[in-house]
Antibody
Framework: QVQLQESGPGLVKPSGTLSLTCAVS?????????WSWVRQPPGKGLEWIGE???????NYNPSLKSRATMSVDKSKSQFSLKMSSMTAADTAAYYC?????????WGQGTLVTVSS | DIQMTQSPSSLSASVGDRVTITCRAS??????LNWYQQKPGKAPKLLIY???SLQSGVPSRFSGSGSGTDFTLTISSLQPEDFATYYC?????????FGGGTKVEIK
């Protein structure tokens, strides 16, 4: 059973850049899956941010207006998210997940607050 | 983008009730529809994938139906642990999109 664990700072300053990492264990990051990021503002619904394949191919949500960048490090079995120009509206729980055409495996999530 | 509309946004039900949640896609998504359950402070949990397939370990009181644009999640006999928020999600095309959620509360 694959396990995912997010890590990164819980507080980001307005206009700053968020950096999160998701460590993958119990399975290969080079499997035939996409590795996604999903976020959820407090009390609101789920929003897909984007995904990356082990080859480095990516798909992003156009709603984020190119602020998101994802990368993968196969040697460390982890993938990462960077999001620039953060505002209060980006305050949310950020989840990493494995997509098998559905999200069967999720990290526990990490709360990111944007505040000075 | 494909818009996913869930109804109702919330409902109150009693233990033992049959509960039905609907999800409508703004265009046909074939059977590429998944359902999740989320409890406060927890990650979503996959219940149903490809519209009708029950995820391993999920109780058989959960079932899904539909294809094209209209889908349904049914809980045949609501249990205390089923009080949660439920989301549909289309995997037909990127950007992947979720419904707004249905909160199931205790009556």
């Amino acid at each position: 059973q694959v396990q995912l664990q997010e890590s990164g700072p819980g507080l980001v300053k307005p206009s700053g850049t968020l950096s999160l990492t998701c460590a993958v264990s119990g399975g290969s990051i080079s499997s035939h899956n996409w590795w996604s990021w999903v976020r959820q503002p407090p009390g609101k619904g789920l929003e897909w941010i984007g995904e990356i394949y082990h080859s480095g191919s990516t798909n992003y949500n156009p709603s984020l207006k190119s602020r998101a960048t994802m990368s993968v490090d196969k040697s460390k079995s982890q993938f990462s998210l960077k999001m620039s120009s953060m505002t209060a509206a980006d305050t949310a729980a950020y989840y990493c997940a494995r997509r098998d055409n559905w999200f069967a495996s999720w990290g526990q999530g990490t709360l990111v607050t944007v505040s000075s | 983008d494909i818009q996913m509309t869930q109804s109702p946004s919330s409902l109150s039900a009693s233990v033992g009730d049959r509960v039905t949640i609907t999800c409508r896609a703004s265009q046909s998504i074939s059977s590429h529809l998944n359902w999740y359950q989320q409890k406060p402070g927890k990650a979503p949990k996959l219940l149903i994938y490809d519209a009708t397939s029950l995820q391993s370990g999920v109780p058989s009181r959960f079932s899904g139906s539909g294809s094209g644009t209209d889908f349904t999640l049914t809980i045949s006999s609501l249990q205390p642990e089923d009080f949660a928020t439920y989301y549909c999600q289309q995997s037909h095309t990127t950007p992947l999109t979720f419904g707004g959620g249905t909160k199931v509360e205790i009556k």
